[in-house]
Nanobody, 126 residues
Framework: QVQLVESGGGLVQSGGSLRLSCVASGRAFSSYAMGWFRQAPGKEREFVAGIHWNGVTTDYAVSVKGRFTISRDNAKNTVYLQMNSLNSEDTAVYYC???????????????????WGQGTQVTVTV
């Protein structure tokens, strides 16, 4: 059983920053690949950022490269998403996801993630 709890969402002005956190249960956290996805109203879920179990391999959506940074702290069973230079296009519900099984697919493949958090709302005002 893997449970994920996101936090850190909220209301922020355009150009501002937020840091999202996701705490995962389980002592095997260090073996999980972790990802952040988001879904805006009327749009499909999209990949934002991912980090492999080794904490080195990462991937980002083109739209957030250079602005967002994903990181993890295995001692705290936590993955973070630092979001800078936020704009209205970043408004969405952000979901944390864990890939606990072996996968030959890239981090951006959402169907490879078995566990998902409940989401945290990020709203960027103009």
């Amino acid at each position: 059983q893997v449970q994920l709890v996101e936090s850190g969402g909220g209301l922020v002005q355009s150009g501002g920053s937020l840091r999202l956190s996701c705490v995962a249960s389980g002592r095997a956290f260090s073996s999980y690949a972790m990802g952040w996805f988001r879904q805006a109203p009327g749009k499909e879920r999209e990949f934002v950022a991912g980090i492999h179990w080794n904490g080195v391999t990462t991937d980002y959506a083109v739209s957030v490269k250079g602005r967002f940074t994903i990181s993890r702290d295995n001692a705290k069973n936590t993955v973070y998403l630092q979001m800078n230079s936020l704009n209205s296009e970043d408004t969405a519900v952000y979901y944390c996801a864990a890939r606990t099984g072996s996968s030959a697919y890239a981090l951006w493949v959402s169907s490879e993630y078995q566990h998902w958090g409940q989401g945290t709302q990020v709203t960027v005002t103009v």
